[in-house]
C-alpha cells in the first residue's frame, strides 16, 4: 500500500496479509478457536470510534495497516482482533496456505472500489490499469462477475495472455498503445464508464481521457507519484466523479468470504517464497516482474 508518509519504528516487520492456524484466542473470543484455521484482514480498526460504529471500519480515525503502521505478518506469532480474522471457506481443490494469505488485502480492496464506491452494472466498460497487480486481478474478476465489459492494460504482453485467460474482454500494451485513444475506439467514442487506478501521476491523464460522460474514476494507490491534476471545465461538463479507496469495512470483509466461499475470487499467486529468500520475493515485487501475489512461506 502507499498510504500517507509513515514513520518506521526499525526494526519492523513487514507483511500485511496473512493466513495460518489460531493459536489462542482471548476468554471473550467466540468466532474461533484454536486450531482453526483462518487468514487475515490486515486493516486494523479500533472499533470504538463514530465510523467503525457506523460501520466503516477503513475510515476509522485509527486505522493502521499490518506490516505498514503496525508489525507485520511475516513472523510465526501475530496478534490481531478477533474481526480481523476469517476461517478459511473449504474449496475443492482447497485452498493453499498462500492462496488464503494472498486473499484479503487485494480482495477487499478491489471489491470497495468497483461494487462499493464506484457502482460498476452489467453492461458498462471498466478500465483497469497494470494487471499484474494484486488489486487490479482482483479488480477484473469482480468486474466481471458483475456483468461488466473489461479492458485491462499491462507492458509484458505474457501478463496480458494471462489477463486474457483469466477472463479480460480486451487487453492493452501501455507502452505500445495509447490507451485513451484505443479506450475511445472500442467504446464508439463514449469512454469508459468506470477507470480503476493506483497509478496516480505516469497513467492520471490517460485515465480522465479514457473516461466518458458520467464516468466514476476510483483511486487506491499512486505508486508512480501523488501530485496530479483536473480541468474543472471537464469535471462538471461531463459529471464525472473522483472517488477514493482504502481498504474495505467489516460487512464488506464478510461479503468477499462469502464469494470465496462458493468457489469465485480465488486469488491469484505468482510465486511461494521460503522465508529465506524474502529479499529475493521482495526484488520480485520491486521490480514488476510478477502477476498477482507473491507470498512467503513462514513455517511449514
Ligand atoms: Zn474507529
Redesign the pocket.
Known sequence: MHGLPVEYRFPHILGADGAGVVDGVGSEVRSVRPGDPVMINPGI?????A??RAGE?SL????RLLGEHLPGTLCEYVVVPEQNVAIIPTLAPPLTWAEAAAFSLVTLTAWRMVVTRARLRAGETALIWGIGGGVSLAAMRIAKRLGARVIVTSSHDGKLQEARRLGADITLNHRTLAVSTEVRALTDKRGADVVIENVGEATWEESLRSLGRGGRLVCCGATTGPHVSVDLRRLFWYQWSILGATMGNEAEYREIVGVLGTGELRPVVDRVFPFEEVRAACERLEQGEQLGKIAIRVSE
Open positions: 480498526p479500533d472499533y470504538t470510534c465510523f467503525c471500519q476509522c480515525v485509527n486505522y
